[in-house]
């Protein structure tokens, strides 16, 4: 009989973390116990009822992760109810659109606090737990814009930038350790979450993510197999690999297109209302599910995703093909001759 799963899952109360939680109880089922952090109670308990309609066991701890105390005595509470930690998801955030000449500092740290930080904090509590067994995997969620920022989120890639340099650390520190804990990131492109509903917005048009947009279970999907298949990182969409390819080749090309093209594509057509309700200082209220506005133009699947998952056959399968067109060449130029 397999054994049970414990996962905690922070940001899990919408968007990413929300479809995270149901991907891995409807994988899972029984064998799943959800430990669901967020600030919104009331979206964390409709993810807790999403989680237990597949037979899963789910808990309820309200957590800011920006706090430390928070995210250690979550994690107690998560060891009490359900044991050992098998897999930790760092995925809670904030971010805002604005230039940086229209942040305060007070914004610019929050957004460092809860993106950046929550994820150190919630590390540290992965490691105490995981280290004593000498097993257990942490999930860092990242993102396209930790390999390439634009402009309008300058405190957020900052954020994200920051996770990917201190994960590099931790992972070496693992290996010099001989460590059997894994410590892994999953880069995102742009995501139809809810964030683009309730993020501070300071700019005159809604925002809007930039480029290929993805339904969130794409990324489940990517989170649950990077949870299973200790690598240093996955990358999800072409989007993501695209620009990361595109920043080593052409740096300064990239800063001038993405001047313009992502300081537009960030925004919608609709004008914003200065008064909409935002979560930046606190969680908006009621429970809005893990999906944005984007359904009609988002994409429920990837074929890279695929490949990525599968890449020694896709590889394997390549190769082969372009074995047999290489032949067929020869064969074709020799009877020509």
């Known amino acids: ?44 308990f409709a ?35 359900f044991g050992p930690v098998d897999v930790w998801i760092n995925n809670a955030m904030v971010s805002a659109y604005a230039p940086f000449t229209a942040l305060s500092p007070e914004e ?24 004593p067994r000498d097993r257990g995997t942490i999930v860092q969620i990242g993102s396209a814009l930790a390999k390439r920022s634009i402009p309008l989120q300058s405190a957020y890639c900052g954020a994200k930038h920051a996770v990917a340099g201190f994960t590099e650390a931790i992972r070496t520190e693992l290996i010099h350790m001989k460590s ?13 979450t809810t964030q683009f509903e309730w993020t501070l917005n300071k700019m005159p048009h809604k925002s809007q993510p930039v480029g290929t947009i993805y339904q969130p279970e794409v990324a489940a ?8 298949h200790p690598r240093k990182q996955f990358s999800v969409g072409w ?17 001038r297109y993405l001047a313009s093209a992502a300081w537009n594509g960030s925004q919608r057509h609709e004008k ?33 995703v695929w490949a990525n998952k599968h890449r020694k056959a896709f590889f394997a399968t390549a190769a082969f093909a372009a074995g047999i067109a290489i032949s067929k060449a020869v064969r074709g130029n020799g009877s020509e001759q």
């Open 1 to 44: 009989m397999s054994l049970p799963e414990h996962i905690v899952i922070t940001g899990a109360s919408g968007g990413v973390g929300r479809a995270t939680a149901r991907y891995f109880a409807e994988m899972l089922g029984p064998r799943a116990r959800i430990a669901l952090l967020a600030r919104n109670v009331e979206a964390l």
């Open 221 to 228: 999907d990517a989170i649950y197999f990077a949870a299973h």
């Open 272 to 304: 914003a209302d200065p008064a909409a309700p935002n979560n930046f200082w606190k969680p908006v209220r009621g429970d809005r599910g893990s999906h944005g506005p984007f359904d009609n133009k988002s994409k429920g699947r990837s074929f890279q």
């Open 180 to 192: 059997n804990v894994h410590i892994t990131i999953v880069h995102l492109p742009g995501v139809n």
């Open 47 to 81: 993810a807790k009822r999403e989680v237990e309609g597949h037979g899963s066991r789910a808990l309820v701890i309200p957590t800011d992760v920006s706090q430390s105390e928070q995210v250690f005595n979550a994690a107690q509470r998560a060891v009490k109810e």
């Open 108 to 131: 610019f740290a929050h957004i460092t606090n809860v993106t950046y930080l929550g994820q150190v904090y919630g590390t540290m509590a992965a490691l105490r737990d995981m280290l």
């Open 239 to 255: 989007p993501t690999v695209e620009s990361t390819e595109a920043q080593k080749l052409a740096p300064a090309l990239m800063d």
